[in-house]
């Protein structure tokens, strides 16, 4: 042991420790009863291709879920049931399916249970009590980020599954960094130690350097002989071994005391021994309490029982953010290391009372849902009060909380050919029941649930009602969207909606990346049409990181989405699934257009007929370029900027921003609007309409009909000369596109308007002797910049943020047992053993079409990449050439 380790593991939890974050509201504390404690939403991910099905498919076995062991080669798994996912053989839409560990009887595995707790259950091993497991299985593919992303913002916990060959990979760190951005609680499971090539030594290592967390080794792997194949996984918590007899479906466990080990395989004892030493001192660094137990035991650290051991770890990894990363070992497909997986859920992984309180927005303020909860509460508020806050419209919304009885996430939309479109729900407080009038705030509308499902990955059990901190599904709503927040509200009519601010009430959204690329869809007749444009909506409604867009000009409708593969899904779904009849064109790249000069106010009248009555308006417009800085996100305040003069900001997307002048409107004076505004009008839906008609103008371009990016839009709105009592919002909205699009159009014809291109941060990794060939080929022959080597995070603004907290960790402090089979040529001093190398680098996105074939040729097939949008930039004149050369051969 280190010398004055004691003293110094104090100092260091004193002022490093955090206790873990809980839910404060008293409506979520009285939900915190058995059902909510032994409820764990659990989500896999992963690199593409690490294991995540087949662990799936061991844990639903294990669980008494299946009776039989699905296959992702034979196409047999219950969690890709998708057509499309049993071809290729990938995950390509996230599942979610309820399980029971350990498991029930099996006549009791759909029938909702609420186990009796034993008095013991908070200082005793969770994992002895049935727990209900929500598990949702998350794509690997990079095109697929979305997915994963709207399946993180309702999880819990997650079990990250690494490659024990390829070690910590692309796709990984980059689903780890968004599991961080959410503080969720993770668990490591390194797979595939069964493999040539299995490296368990430098995937711990690469877990510290690239993951930033310090790894506690739970488990070892156990090698016949030392030198022979993997049988089994040497327990470090309890000190114990594990062997699993080869051949079985993983049911045959024979487990090894310490003492009897050291009889039969002494090395692997004194390696276990070793191991239980490096993860009570990593333990001690990070909780106080594990620093008590060591000192009580006489600082010994075999003497520390597996349960105190546990509840330390627990302790780590609930932490925020957390730095102590607890590792396991195993072979899915050789059905080894599934079992204490499943146990480590349980044991380690937070129920949903045990989760930061969910953030929200109310009247666009930011807050909390237990802050909204609790000022319901007449004593809280009298508090509030006392302390001399004023009362506002945001607090009165606060107080009318109390009739709030269910406040929901909808995560995900997906069509089912046999019970139509499921609604995937997250119930972040109260309940919602069979039959409940749910108001979705983002769309301002109502619906009633008719039907609740507990969802069982293909199959479903209906339910009467799903609890907080529980996943489940709502049929029949036919307007509910991914990332819409849907409450239930005491009195609440299908035509009405929550009074007090509470119709503006949202969870935290879920951010929808831009997309890149594009296709053009075409029906076959025009008796087809319909039927295509309803699927594409539904397609739509199921999947929020595809656009649809209608060519004015050519009158065709454009679908871009996030990648080829992704487009190349939606087409097979559009014309196999849905069975329609289109022609579906080349995947193109969705460039921007960037006008280069500034043009002057340009007035425009609309007066004409609309639907039969004359309609009247006219619009002021004028832009102008802006730099990509200048763009604050959100929509602005109302301000003042001199006496009478009043303006409105709005950000618009593509970093477009929209500034509408208003004298003598001020929305915070309705009275004043008389004398102004014709009484059929009111200013938040004039100002609601200039912004649809501006934001319509600039979604295709004059140059070449791409969306126009990097422009200020400036309106001015003379109410007295410009509000007639014909004015109408529609017509409002057709002024305010005709200016801007006149305005548009001027400016290109003074100078020449750019096209803009995205551009990709790109993350390679290859292996020494690839280096230089990669690197050649990214910045001579793709036209790209390398950023750096060797270093584990993206340098640009849009990903590095929070990247200087990150805990850099010298690989050579982290305990690891001998690999076997290790050559021992590879740098341990960087962490990146067998010579692994990483080249972070930006490059067009247009250059990296089809580059993973000429990667795996470049490398040996060896070579892997992950890359994400870093922003559009400005073409050079040659290569703005070439690129409208190429578009017009079509």
Same mark, same amino acid.
């Given at each position: 042991? /280190?010398?004055?380790?004691?003293?110094?593991?104090?100092?260091?939890?004193?002022?490093?420790?955090?206790? =873990?974050?809980?839910?404060?509201?008293?409506?979520?504390?009285? %939900?915190?009863?058995?059902?909510?404690?032994?409820?764990?939403?659990? #989500?896999?991910?992963?690199?593409?291709?690490?294991?995540?099905?087949?662990?799936?498919? /061991?844990?639903?076995?294990?669980?008494? &879920?299946?009776?039989?062991?699905?296959?992702?080669?034979?196409?047999?798994?219950?969690?890709?049931?998708?057509?499309?996912?049993?071809?290729?053989?990938?995950?390509?839409?996230?599942?979610?399916?309820?399980?029971?560990?350990?498991?029930?009887?099996?006549?009791?595995?759909?029938?909702?249970?609420? =186990?009796?707790?034993?008095?013991?259950?908070?200082?005793?091993?969770?994992?002895?009590?049935?727990?209900?497991?929500?598990?949702?299985?998350?794509?690997?593919?990079?095109?697929?980020?979305?997915?994963?992303?709207?399946?993180?913002?309702?999880?819990?916990?997650?079990?990250?599954?690494?490659?024990?060959?390829?070690?910590?990979?692309?796709?990984?760190?980059?689903?780890?960094?968004?599991?961080?951005?959410?503080?969720?609680?993770?668990?490591?499971?390194?797979?595939?130690?069964?493999?040539?090539?299995?490296?368990?030594?430098? @995937?711990?290592?690469?877990?510290?350097?690239?993951?930033?967390?310090?790894?506690?080794?739970? %488990?070892?792997?156990?090698? /016949?002989?030392?030198? #022979?194949?993997?049988?089994?996984?040497?327990?470090?918590?309890?000190?114990?071994?594990?062997?699993?007899?080869?051949?079985?479906?993983?049911?045959?466990?024979?487990?090894?005391?310490?003492?009897?080990?050291?009889?039969?395989?002494?090395?692997?004892?004194?390696?276990?021994?070793?191991?239980?030493?490096?993860?009570?001192?990593?333990?001690?660094?990070?909780?106080?309490?594990?620093?008590?137990?060591?000192?009580?035991?006489?600082?010994?650290?075999?003497?520390?029982?597996?349960?105190?051991?546990?509840?330390?770890?627990?302790?780590?990894?609930?932490?925020?953010?957390?730095?102590?990363?607890?590792?396991?070992?195993?072979?899915?497909?050789?059905?080894?290391?599934?079992?204490?997986?499943?146990?480590?859920?349980?044991?380690?992984?937070?129920?949903?009372?045990?989760?930061?309180?969910?953030?929200?927005?109310?009247?666009?303020?930011?807050?909390?849902?237990?802050? +909204?909860?609790?000022?319901?509460?007449?004593?809280?508020?009298?508090?509030?009060?006392?302390?001399?806050?004023?009362?506002?419209?945001?607090?009165?919304?606060?107080?009318?909380?109390?009739?709030?009885?269910?406040?929901?996430?909808?995560?995900?939309?997906?069509?089912?050919?046999?019970?139509?479109?499921?609604?995937?729900?997250?119930?972040?407080?109260?309940?919602?029941?069979?039959?409940?009038?749910?108001?979705?705030?983002?769309?301002?509308?109502?619906?009633?649930?008719?039907?609740?499902?507990?969802? &069982?990955?293909?199959?479903?059990?209906?339910?009467?009602?799903?609890?907080?901190?529980?996943?489940?599904?709502?049929?029949?709503?036919?307007?509910?969207?991914?990332?819409?927040?849907?409450?239930?509200?005491?009195?609440?009519?299908?035509?009405?909606?929550?009074? #007090? #601010?509470?119709?503006?009430?949202?969870?935290?959204?879920?951010?929808?990346?831009?997309?890149?690329?594009?296709?053009?869809?075409?029906?076959?007749?025009?008796?087809?049409?319909?039927?295509?444009?309803?699927?594409?909506?539904?397609?739509?409604?199921?999947?929020?990181?595809?656009?649809?867009?209608?060519?004015?000009?050519?009158?065709?409708?454009?679908?871009?989405?996030?990648?080829?593969?992704?487009?190349?899904?939606?087409?097979?779904?559009?014309?196999?699934?849905?069975?329609?009849?289109?022609?579906?064109?080349?995947?193109?790249?969705?460039?921007?257009?960037?006008? @280069?000069?500034?043009?002057?106010? &340009?007035?425009?009248?609309?007066?004409?007929?609309?639907?039969?009555?004359?309609?009247?308006?006219?619009?002021?417009?004028?832009?102008?370029?802006?730099?990509?800085?200048?763009?604050?996100?959100?929509? %602005?305040?109302?301000?003042?900027?001199?006496?009478?003069?009043?303006?409105?900001?709005?950000?618009?997307?593509?970093?477009?921003?929209?500034?509408?002048?208003?004298?003598? +409107?001020?929305?915070?004076?309705?009275?004043?609007?008389?004398?102004?505004?014709?009484?059929?009008?009111? +200013?938040?839906?004039?100002?609601?309409?200039?912004?649809?008609?501006?934001?319509?103008?600039?979604?295709?371009?004059?140059?070449?009909?791409?969306?126009?990016?990097?422009?200020?839009?400036?309106?001015?709105?003379?109410?007295?000369?410009?509000?007639?009592?014909?004015?109408?919002?529609?017509?409002?909205?057709?002024?305010?596109?005709?200016?801007?699009?006149?305005?548009?159009?001027?400016?290109?014809?003074?100078?020449?308007?750019?096209? $803009?291109?995205?551009? $990709?941060?790109?993350?390679?990794?290859?292996?020494?002797?690839?280096?230089?060939?990669?690197?050649?080929?990214?910045?001579?022959?793709?036209?790209?910049?390398?950023?750096?080597?060797?270093?584990?995070?993206? =340098?640009?603004?849009?990903?590095?943020?929070?990247?200087?907290?990150?805990?850099?960790?010298?690989?050579?402090?982290?305990? @690891?047992?001998?690999?076997?089979?290790?050559?021992?040529?590879?740098?341990?001093?960087?962490?990146?053993?067998?010579?692994?190398?990483?080249?972070?680098? /930006?490059?067009?996105?247009?250059?990296?079409?089809?580059?993973?074939?000429?990667?795996?040729?470049?490398?040996?097939?060896?070579?892997?990449?992950?890359?994400?949008?870093?922003?559009?930039?400005?073409?050079? @004149?040659?290569?703005?050439?070439?690129?409208?050369?190429?578009?017009?051969?079509?």
């Amino acid at each position: 042991m /280190r010398v004055g380790w004691v003293c110094y593991a104090r100092r260091v939890v004193q002022h490093n420790v955090r206790a =873990p974050r809980r839910l404060l509201s008293s409506q979520a504390q009285s %939900q915190g009863d058995a059902l909510s404690k032994t409820t764990r939403n659990i #989500g896999i991910i992963a690199h593409i291709d690490a294991g995540k099905t087949t662990t799936t498919e /061991r844990m639903l076995y294990y669980s008494g &879920y299946t009776r039989r062991i699905g296959d992702v080669d034979e196409g047999s798994t219950v969690t890709d049931f998708l057509p499309a996912e049993r071809a290729r053989g990938i995950t390509i839409q996230s599942a979610a399916i309820t399980f029971h560990w350990p498991p029930l009887p099996p006549n009791t595995q759909h029938t909702p249970q609420v =186990p009796v707790l034993p008095d013991s259950f908070e200082t005793t091993l969770r994992s002895t009590v049935p727990h209900n497991v929500n598990l949702i299985d998350t794509p690997g593919h990079a095109d697929f980020t979305f997915e994963v992303l709207r399946s993180l913002r309702v999880l819990d916990g997650a079990v990250c599954i690494l490659d024990g060959v390829a070690g910590v990979e692309a796709q990984t760190e980059k689903v780890w960094m968004q599991a961080g951005t959410y503080d969720i609680p993770r668990i490591i499971f390194v797979n595939k130690l069964d493999r040539d090539g299995a490296a368990f030594s430098r @995937t711990v290592k690469e877990i510290g350097v690239r993951l930033h967390g310090w790894p506690a080794v739970c %488990q070892i792997p156990w090698w /016949r002989g030392g030198k #022979g194949a993997f049988t089994g996984v040497g327990d470090i918590v309890n000190l114990r071994a594990m062997l699993w007899q080869g051949g079985g479906d993983g049911r045959d466990i024979k487990a090894y005391a310490i003492d009897e080990l050291e009889k039969t395989d002494k090395a692997f004892a004194e390696e276990i021994k070793k191991a239980r030493v490096a993860l009570v001192e990593i333990l001690s660094e990070h909780d106080d309490i594990m620093v008590e137990n060591f000192l009580e035991h006489d600082e010994d650290h075999l003497a520390i029982s597996g349960t105190q051991i546990m509840q330390s770890l627990r302790r780590v990894v609930l932490q925020a953010p957390q730095s102590v990363i607890p590792v396991f070992a195993g072979a899915s497909f050789r059905n080894i290391g599934v079992q204490p997986l499943l146990d480590a859920i349980v044991d380690l992984l937070p129920s949903p009372s045990e989760r930061p309180d969910p953030e929200i927005s109310l009247s666009n303020q930011a807050s909390s849902l237990s802050v +909204l909860l609790n000022a319901s509460e007449p004593s809280k508020a009298m508090k509030s009060a006392k302390k001399g806050r004023q009362a506002s419209k945001h607090d009165l919304a606060l107080v009318e909380a109390k009739n709030l009885t269910a406040c929901a996430l909808a995560f995900k939309v997906v069509n089912d050919s046999k019970r139509g479109v499921l609604v995937y729900v997250r119930v972040y407080s109260g309940s919602i029941d069979r039959g409940a009038t749910l108001f979705n705030t983002n769309l301002g509308l109502a619906e009633r649930a008719p039907r609740l499902l507990k969802m &069982y990955a293909n199959d479903a059990v209906e339910v009467d009602s799903i609890t907080a901190g529980q996943i489940g599904v709502i049929t029949g709503l036919k307007h509910a969207r991914t990332g819409d927040t849907l409450i239930v509200y005491r009195g609440l009519q299908m035509k009405g909606s929550p009074p #007090g #601010g509470l119709s503006t009430l949202q969870l935290r959204p879920i951010n929808v990346p831009p997309p890149v690329f594009f296709t053009s869809i075409e029906p076959n007749s025009l008796s087809e049409q319909k039927h295509v444009q309803e699927s594409l909506g539904i397609l739509l409604r199921e999947d929020p990181s595809l656009h649809l867009s209608i060519d004015e000009e050519s009158g065709q409708t454009h679908l871009a989405g996030m990648g080829d593969l992704h487009l190349e899904i939606a087409r097979d779904r559009l014309l196999n699934d849905f069975k329609s009849k289109a022609r579906i064109g080349k995947i193109e790249i969705g460039y921007r257009e960037a006008i @280069t000069s500034a043009t002057s106010p &340009y007035t425009f009248n609309l007066d004409k007929l609309i639907a039969g009555k004359a309609a009247k308006a006219t619009i002021t417009a004028s832009i102008d370029p802006i730099d990509d800085s200048a763009i604050i996100p959100g929509v %602005q305040e109302q301000v003042e900027i001199e006496d009478g003069a009043f303006e409105t900001t709005f950000s618009l997307p593509d970093n477009n921003t929209l500034h509408i002048s208003h004298p003598n +409107l001020s929305r915070h004076d309705s009275s004043g609007h008389k004398n102004y505004i014709p009484a059929h009008l009111s +200013l938040p839906g004039i100002l609601h309409s200039i912004q649809a008609g501006a934001a319509a103008a600039l979604a295709r371009g004059p140059f070449n009909g791409f969306p126009v990016a990097n422009v200020r839009v400036a309106i001015d709105l003379d109410a007295q000369a410009q509000l007639l009592p014909e004015t109408s919002p529609t017509a409002i909205s057709m002024a305010a596109r005709a200016a801007v699009n006149h305005s548009l159009r001027t400016a290109c014809a003074a100078s020449p308007a750019v096209l $803009m291109e995205p551009v $990709m941060m790109v993350t390679v990794y290859v292996n020494e002797s690839s280096l230089g060939a990669v690197v050649q080929d990214l910045s001579s022959a793709r036209g790209g910049q390398v950023l750096s080597l060797d270093t584990t995070s993206a =340098p640009s603004s849009a990903s590095s943020a929070g990247t200087d907290s990150e805990v850099r960790i010298d690989p050579n402090l982290i305990y @690891t047992p001998p690999d076997p089979f290790a050559s021992g040529t590879g740098d341990v001093g960087s962490g990146l053993a067998d010579s692994q190398r990483q080249i972070v680098a /930006r490059v067009p996105l247009k250059e990296m079409v089809g580059y993973l074939n000429h990667l795996r040729a470049l490398t040996g097939g060896r070579g892997t990449f992950v890359m994400s949008v870093d922003g559009f930039e400005k073409m050079g @004149t040659q290569r703005q050439k070439d690129v409208l050369e190429r578009m017009r051969e079509f």
